[in-house]
């Protein structure tokens, strides 16, 4: 049973270019969350989604980001123009539907080297 | 604003030792509070809490939780070179869950 698989694993953007990063939940998980890890800080929430549906994108910077769990494939967290700030490692989560949503498993996460 | 609050920051402890590690928090709209290890990559899980009073173990490892001191605390007993991490605590509100920074723990050998 494979866990929250997220790629890639590394990324390098120049300053002005696109983040893709990409996020599969854990089999029978509809459930996925991304969050941000900054050097020597802690997680930082960003954004819930259902299947086709943004629940809670509360902690999402208002430009140049957004979210996206398509009915089919991935979950794709983007970023558009990246700055160097952007640089962190981003993390995806998933959790199973009704009555277990609290315990969330995370993925490898994606760290992102903006230049 | 919620609020989450660990301590200590760092812990620097010979392998054997027993370690406690707090979390005092301040959440609305609270529902349970989550422990989860981070090595160099993801955090794994560890513990949901959500009764007060009720410990939970698993192998060295033990938490419990005062919801009306608004308090957790996570023990180690024993401790391996292994369990070198950061422990995160994490209450979780309406399925957000916020994050503390984190006690970095370092078990020398």
């Known amino acids: 049973n494979a866990g929250v698989m997220q790629n890639p694993r590394h990324l390098v953007r120049r300053r002005g270019q696109e983040a893709r990063l990409r996020c599969s939940p854990m089999?029978?998980?509809?459930?996925v969350y991304w969050y941000r890890q900054l050097p020597e800080e802690g997680l930082k929430f960003m954004v819930y989604l259902q299947k086709e549906n943004i629940i809670d994108e509360s902690g999402m910077p208002k430009e140049r980001f957004s979210a996206e769990f398509p009915k089919e494939g991935p979950s794709i967290l983007r970023i558009q123009q990246v700055v160097r700030g952007d640089s962190a490692a981003y993390f995806c989560?998933?959790?199973?539907?009704?009555?277990?949503?609290?315990?969330?498993?995370f993925g490898p996460g994606t760290r992102l080297l903006v230049l | 604003e919620d609020k989450v609050v660990q301590s200590p920051l760092s812990l620097v402890v010979h392998e054997g030792d027993t370690v406690t590690l707090n979390c005092s928090y301040e959440v609305t709209n609270f529902r349970s509070l989550l422990w989860y290890k981070q090595e160099k990559k993801a955090p794994t899980f560890l513990f949901m809490l959500t009764s007060s009073g009720i410990e939970k173990k698993s192998g060295r490892l033990s938490s419990i939780l005062d919801k009306k001191e608004l308090f957790s605390i996570l023990n180690i007993t024993a401790t391996q070179t292994g369990d070198s991490a950061i422990y995160l605590c994490?209450?979780?509100?309406?399925?957000?869950?916020?994050f503390g920074k984190g006690t970095r723990l370092h078990i020398l050998p």
């Open positions: 089999k029978g998980h509809s459930h």
């Open positions: 989560a998933s959790s199973p539907g009704q009555g277990r949503k609290e315990t969330q498993y």
């Open positions: 994490a209450p979780n509100r309406d399925d957000k869950i916020i």
